[in-house]
């Protein structure tokens, strides 16, 4: 069933967004192709926390996950955002899906205060793609991915957000959903809607994620909080277990 903007944005607003003091990002060098990585991890009450890695679009991270990750960190979970050198995947699909096997093999074994088992991965443009090949299970967040022959996992719960003006609206409207597939059409919105304004001021043309050409892109502020706020509370809900889940086991 789609999930209409309505429902998310709801969802954006009743969950708890502002618990949780805005943590300062340190930068970790990975091994190729994953590149510098930058960690936010929010302070934990002693259980370890959710992770969400956040894979780069062709043209490398440009600051464009910056809102995403706080609004991570105001509920409490980890991001490690991918690529922010030349040592990153460069725009290439399939080593963006290493990347991101590097970056959690990396998290499992340096990050104590992260549970291994609750990752997710967010992906803008060509990063999108790869999330979604990369997910096998995992919760995905698939931003602007080029709907144009995209294909959706059957096993993984998916987010997927796309400019309501984008060039392959229509495409990403008719995309067949599995189960646990949730779309948002980010009203107004062309692509990639959460470039900042200051290196794109007039809009700017980027890479296609589907690898056929390229496409306008243009800044556009509400719609970028509207997607950092939907995809933060969505793997809020993917990945936080129930408070009373512990409880009843116990039982």
């Keep these: 069933m789609r999930t209409t903007r309505a429902c998310l944005l709801a969802a954006a607003l009743a969950l708890p967004a502002g618990g949780h003091a805005q943590p300062r990002p340190i930068d970790h060098s990975l091994p ?3 590149g510098t990585t930058r ?3 929010p302070a934990q009450d002693g259980a370890p926390i959710p992770l969400v890695i956040l894979l780069p679009d062709a043209l490398g991270d440009q600051g464009r996950s910056d809102p995403y990750v706080e609004a991570l960190a105001a ?6 955002v991918v690529g922010l050198d030349a040592a990153g995947p460069g725009g290439d699909v399939a080593r963006t899906k290493l990347a991101a ?7 499992a074994g340096h990050l104590p205060a992260v549970n291994p088992d609750l990752v997710g991965l967010v992906g803008f443009g060509t990063g999108a793609r790869a999330a979604l090949a990369a997910a096998d299970g ?11 022959g995209l294909a959706l996992p059957s096993y993984s719960p998916v987010l997927l957000v796309h400019g309501g003006a984008a060039s392959d609206a229509a495409a990403c409207s008719a995309l067949p959903e599995p189960a646990g597939t949730a779309m948002l059409a980010l ?5 990639a809607w959460d470039l900042p304004p200051a290196l794109a001021p007039g809009g700017a043309l980027v890479p296609s994620p589907s690898g056929e050409g390229r496409q306008r892109a243009r800044p556009d502020l509400a719609a970028t909080a509207l997607a950092a706020q939907a995809t933060a509370s969505w793997l809020f809900q993917q990945l936080t277990p129930p408070r009373d889940a512990g409880r009843s086991a116990a039982r």
Excluded: F, K
């Design 32 to 34: 190729a192709p994953a």
């Design 39 to 41: 960690l936010t991890l």
């Design 75 to 80: 509920r409490g979970i980890a991001s490690l």
């Design 101 to 107: 096997a590097v970056a959690r093999n990396w998290a």
């Design 138 to 148: 995992a919760p995905v967040v698939a931003l602007d991915p080029g709907c144009e």
């Design 187 to 191: 009203p107004g919105a062309s692509h």
